[in-house]
């Protein structure tokens, strides 16, 4: 079965940082469709600085104020 994914590229390319573009696409490829028997989307700190390789600084309360910027970008 093939699955196709629609992303925006104009405002994939808009994003301000590569950590904001990376979880945008993340988003776009995880993302199936919200609905009452679905269940919630989660995503964990360790698959995104495992699968991103973009949480480099040496102290990880960055790493948070990082992402939490990004998602905050994105909403």
């Not at 104009?10 to 469709?33: A, D, E, P, V």
Request: aromatic share 10%; glycine share 4%; proline share 3%.
């Amino acid at each position: 079965m093939l699955a196709y994914r629609q992303m925006n590229y104009r405002t994939l390319m808009g994003l301000s940082t590569q950590l904001c573009r990376w979880l945008h696409k993340y988003l776009c490829i995880k993302f199936i469709n919200a609905g009452i028997i679905t269940p919630p989307f989660e995503i964990h700190y360790k698959t995104i600085k495992r699968d991103s390789g973009l949480l480099k600084r040496k102290v990880e309360r960055q790493n948070f104020m990082d992402i939490e910027t990004a998602l905050d970008e994105l909403k």
